[in-house]
Nanobody, 127 residues
Framework: QMQLVESGGGLVQAGGSLRLSCAAS????????MGWFRQAPGKDREFVAV????????YYADSVKGRFTISRDNAKNTVYLQMNSLKPEDTAVYYC????????????????????WGQGTQVTVSS
């Protein structure tokens, strides 16, 4: 099992920034691509961003491209999501997920392919 614990969520005004962290334990972190997803009330979970095991490849949803940045530190077993220029429509519970793969290039990985999930952290953006 891999345990994933998200942190860094909170309440922020529109235009503000937050950095989410997801700390992993229990498995070899560098064997996993890491993704961020979000789920707003009454909506399906949606893809936000993904990063390859090495950090050399990233991919973003169009809705966050240019505003959010995913990164990872394999020495710290942690993946990050830097969120800038936040909008009220970014309000959601944000989840990190781990997919075991050594692919060097990543694009969207469907949520059902991920092996492990965190419990989520709430992000609320006020207008």
């Amino acid at each position: 099992q891999m345990q994933l614990v998200e942190s860094g969520g909170g309440l922020v005004q529109a235009g503000g920034s937050l950095r989410l962290s997801c700390a992993a334990s229990g498995r070899t972190f560098s064997s996993y691509a890491m993704g961020w997803f979000r789920q707003a009330p009454g909506k399906d979970r949606e893809f936000v961003a993904v990063i390859s095991w090495s950090g050399g490849s990233t991919y973003y949803a169009d809705s966050v491209k240019g505003r959010f940045t995913i990164s990872r530190d394999n020495a710290k077993n942690t993946v990050y999501l830097q969120m800038n220029s936040l909008k009220p429509e970014d309000t959601a519970v944000y989840y990190c997920a781990a997919k075991q793969t050594r692919r060097t290039v990543v694009v969207v990985i469907p949520s059902y392919e991920y092996d492990f999930w965190g419990q989520g952290t709430q992000v609320t953006v006020s207008s």
